[in-house]
């Protein structure tokens, strides 16, 4: 790499990106340091940037690592490099991680936590549907394994592909692929909000819709309220801040079984399960130019749904 141990320059395709401090603890626990994470960002990128090109990103950093504070970042700092795009909304100056140099200098800024709003730069309108299913702790992760299974089963029978991927934390998300720039968000409003009233129906004990935490119990909440304009998903692929440097891992739909722990997909292991099992969101894209969605909207308006 070049200079110092504290600071070194990687070369990619002509793009000088700075490396600050690699050696950097930033999961004491887990022992890993900046290098580790940067490398991870090389191996997933083509993984990774698929969900994040052309989208405004809301990044969170951890300039100490995850044992010490955090902030939100949305607006492009000044002294971004002159290679970071960035789109303008709302009078903030977002990021858009559209390369591998804007990635690792994300990543050199110590930024763990990428999250994405539904739609592309551009357009008002989803690319996609996102179920999130958030049990109360990483205890009760069973519940969103029996919820995230209920809602194949309907996508099943509405001709639907889903994909499902944990969140990185103590729940699983499901995502609907749709045609580019087809369907409003109050359109897919109507699909989340079907999905959510089935689940609470079917399991009442199991499943909830009630937004105060307090008022929950021990019930999985179905936020179907969050995806919407405006509001933000981790992507695929990203890790996030907590100390086992969890990944939120895409999964193929048969290792959804009750003794699936959120645990198993740690930063460190990632690579190796690519390798091993690939991609299990290696069709999303395609999936949304053959994912018939208005038959499902037709009949959700029939319902009055």
Same mark, same amino acid.
């Given at each position: 790499?070049?200079?110092?141990?504290?600071?070194?320059?990687?070369?990619?395709?002509?793009?000088?990106?700075?490396?600050?401090?690699?050696?950097?603890?930033?999961?004491?626990?887990?022992?890993?340091?900046?290098?580790?994470?940067?490398?991870?960002?090389?191996?997933?990128?083509?993984?990774?940037?698929?969900?994040?090109?052309?989208?405004?990103?809301?990044?969170?950093?951890?300039?100490?690592?995850?044992?010490?504070?955090?902030?939100?970042?949305?607006?492009? &700092?000044?002294?971004?490099?002159? =290679?970071?795009? +960035?789109? $303008?909304?709302? !009078?903030?100056?977002?990021?858009?991680?559209? @390369?591998?140099?804007?990635?690792?200098?994300?990543?050199?800024?110590?930024?763990?936590?990428?999250?994405?709003?539904?739609?592309?730069?551009?357009?008002?309108?989803?690319?996609?549907?996102?179920?999130?299913?958030?049990?109360?702790?990483?205890?009760?992760?069973?519940?969103?394994?029996?919820?995230?299974?209920?809602?194949?089963?309907?996508?099943?029978?509405?001709?639907?592909?889903?994909?499902?991927?944990?969140?990185?934390?103590?729940?699983?998300?499901?995502?609907?692929?749709? &045609?580019?720039?087809?369907?409003? =968000?109050?359109? +897919?409003? $109507?699909?989340? !909000?079907?999905?959510?009233?089935?689940?609470? @129906?079917?399991?009442?004990?199991?499943?909830?819709?009630?937004?105060?935490?307090?008022?929950?119990?021990?019930?999985?909440y179905i936020d179907f309220i969050q995806?919407?304009?405006?509001?933000?998903?981790?992507?695929?692929?990203?890790?996030?801040?907590?100390?086992?440097?969890?990944?939120?891992?895409?999964?193929?739909?048969?290792?959804?079984?009750?003794?699936?722990?959120?645990?198993?997909?740690?930063?460190?292991?990632?690579?190796?399960?690519?390798?091993?099992?690939?991609?299990?969101?290696?069709?999303?894209?395609?999936t949304k130019s053959v994912q018939r969605?208005?038959?499902?909207?037709?009949?959700?308006?029939?319902?009055?749904?």
């Amino acid at each position: 790499m070049g200079k110092s141990s504290q600071q070194q320059e990687l070369n990619i395709n002509g793009v000088k990106v700075a490396v600050t401090s690699p050696d950097k603890p930033l999961w004491p626990k887990k022992g890993l340091k900046k290098i580790h994470y940067l490398e991870y960002l090389t191996r997933v990128a083509p993984y990774l940037l698929p969900f994040l090109r052309n989208r405004a990103l809301t990044v969170i950093r951890y300039p100490h690592g995850v044992d010490d504070e955090r902030f939100y970042q949305k607006n492009c &700092p000044d002294y971004a490099p002159d =290679f970071i795009e +960035t789109v $303008r909304e709302d !009078q903030i100056d977002y990021i858009v991680c559209n @390369t591998l140099p804007s990635l690792l200098w994300l990543g050199n800024q110590l930024a763990f936590e990428l999250h994405i709003p539904f739609r592309k730069n551009g357009t008002s309108r989803p690319s996609e549907i996102v179920m999130d299913l958030d049990p109360p702790s990483r205890d009760e992760f069973v519940l969103s394994v029996e919820a995230a299974l209920l809602i194949k089963e309907v996508c099943d029978k509405l001709k639907l592909k889903a994909f499902v991927k944990t969140s990185g934390n103590k729940g699983l998300q499901v995502y609907v692929p749709l &045609p580019e720039n087809e369907y409003t =968000f109050d359109d +897919t409003r $109507r699909f989340t !909000q079907f999905l959510a009233q089935f689940l609470i @129906t079917k399991e009442p004990g199991w499943f909830t819709i009630e937004r105060l935490k307090k008022n929950r119990g021990n019930k999985c909440y179905i936020d179907f309220i969050q995806h919407a304009e405006g509001k933000t998903i981790i992507a695929p692929y990203s890790v996030r801040g907590n100390e086992e440097a969890l990944v939120a891992t895409p999964l193929w739909w048969d290792e959804l079984e009750r003794d699936l722990r959120p645990e198993a997909f740690p930063l460190d292991t990632i690579q190796q399960r690519l390798e091993k099992t690939g991609d299990p969101f290696a069709e999303f894209e395609e999936t949304k130019s053959v994912q018939r969605f208005d038959p499902v909207l037709d009949w959700l308006k029939e319902q009055k749904l």
